[in-house]
């Protein structure tokens, strides 16, 4: 799980170091209509990989007056549908490619010199790589769980409360700011038969409203 949420923030920071004006400039064009908004925040939260990123960009912009109410929302609507994207493109087995990438982007580091923009790609690179291969870490993990019974009883009494298990999803997202990380645990332990569909539909609920949270109290100033 730490190794999965060192590569987010990566893949993020790469992004946003090689093209954090653009992605800025996708969530600002989406003030022209609601459409041209929900694309924007869909391509912003496929890039950063992060839809509590784009809650912050979108917020704070709505706090300055740069975007209406009604244009925010269209853009937080595309960063739940960007989100759930990489979800589904991350719950795909693609964790051949992690040698690759993390070879590329070694290199690419190595080679890049003080080129700010192969440093960033590199960055990039290499949090994929790991992201992928935290997936398989994380999936290989979870199946001796269903060994251990002292885990069972704790995972059941969470499956016969749905809103405790909601409210344990929100504060783990709000603390790693990562309602993407949340619900790639719960996918994993649903895919080994760990919890139930109930449990995991609980849990992923309460990373969605975790995510709003770093939003919320980052601009609650405004």
Request: no cysteine; aromatic share 4%; charged share 10%.
């Amino acid at each position: 799980m730490a190794l999965l949420l060192w590569a987010l923030r990566l893949v993020r920071t790469g992004v946003f170091r090689w093209g954090g004006a653009a992605v800025r400039r996708w969530v600002g064009h989406g003030t022209r209509n609601r459409l041209a908004a929900f694309l924007a925040g869909v391509a912003a939260t496929i890039a950063v990989q992060s839809s509590t990123a784009t809650a912050l960009m979108t917020a704070s912009m709505a706090g300055q007056g740069f975007m209406t109410t009604a244009m925010a929302l269209a853009v937080m609507l595309g960063a739940d549908v960007g989100t759930s994207l990489v979800a589904r493109l991350l719950a795909v087995d693609l964790h051949w490619l992690s040698p690759s990438l993390l070879l590329i982007g070694g290199a690419l580091h190595a080679l890049g010199g003080e080129h700010r923009g192969r440093r960033a790609l590199a960055r990039i690179l290499v949090g994929i790589g790991l992201m992928l291969l935290a997936l398989k870490l994380l999936g290989a993990a979870t199946l001796p769980v269903r060994e251990s019974a002292l885990v069972q009883a704790m995972l059941e009494a969470l499956g016969g409360e749905p809103l405790f298990a909601l409210i344990v999803a929100a504060a783990l997202t709000a603390a790693v700011h990562s309602s993407l990380a949340t619900v790639m645990l719960a996918g994993s332990l649903a895919g080994a038969g760990v919890i139930g569909a109930e449990t995991a539909a609980a849990l992923v609920l309460g990373a969605n409203l975790g995510g709003a949270v770093p939003a919320v109290v980052a601009t609650a100033a405004d």
